[in-house]
């Protein structure tokens, strides 16, 4: 058993993976041979990510606010506080806060075996966030 009693400081999240202001929490990222990585992740109104994939799929639980969801070719779906979502390995998708309100949600993913947890795509399109 380990218990971490600190934590890295928070850190911005990077412009070429969100659109708008988002704010990484490393929670958990335990030595090998554990893949977890669990990140607190905080959006602020209309933020979100660029389309990504995660090689063993992630969990998304919302724990405060409202925000969006898509995967590729499904419709835009509202999440809120309390909410959990289930993404499937290599599943490409989106996901931030909602156009006005802040969301917060843990992000739980299991890296590869080349240790990557996410692979970036190109950003949301502007047309296609705001209609959502």
Same mark, same amino acid.
């Given at each position: 058993?380990?218990i971490?009693?600190?934590?890295? $400081?928070?850190?911005?999240?990077?412009?070429?993976?969100?659109?708008?202001?988002?704010?990484?929490?490393?929670?958990?990222?335990?030595?090998?041979?554990?893949?977890? %990585?669990?990140?607190?992740?905080?959006?602020?109104?209309?933020?979100?990510?660029?389309?990504?994939?995660?090689?063993?799929?992630? #969990?998304?639980?919302?724990? &405060?606010?409202?925000?969006?969801?898509?995967?590729?070719?499904?419709?835009?779906?509202?999440? %809120? $506080?309390?909410?959990?979502?289930?993404?499937?390995?290599? &599943? %490409?998708?989106?996901?931030?806060?909602?156009?006005?309100?802040?969301?917060?949600?843990? $992000?739980? #993913?299991?890296?590869?075996?080349?240790?990557?947890?996410?692979?970036?795509?190109?950003r949301?399109?502007?047309?296609?966030?705001?209609?959502?």
């Open positions: 058993m380990h971490t009693r600190t934590r890295p $400081a928070s850190a911005q999240g990077p412009a070429e993976h969100f659109t708008g202001t988002v704010w990484l929490d490393e929670i958990a990222s335990p030595a090998a041979p554990s893949r977890l %990585r669990m990140f607190s992740v905080h959006f602020a109104p209309g933020a979100h990510t660029a389309w990504h994939r995660h090689p063993h799929g992630q #969990v998304l639980h919302v724990t &405060e606010g409202k925000g969006l969801v898509q995967r590729d070719g499904g419709p835009v779906e509202p999440i %809120r $506080a309390g909410d959990t979502v289930w993404i499937e390995p290599g &599943e %490409r998708h989106w996901h931030g806060a909602a156009p006005r309100t802040f969301m917060t949600h843990l $992000a739980v #993913v299991e890296a590869g075996d080349d240790g990557t947890t996410a692979v970036w795509e190109e949301v399109a502007d047309t296609a966030y705001p209609s959502a």
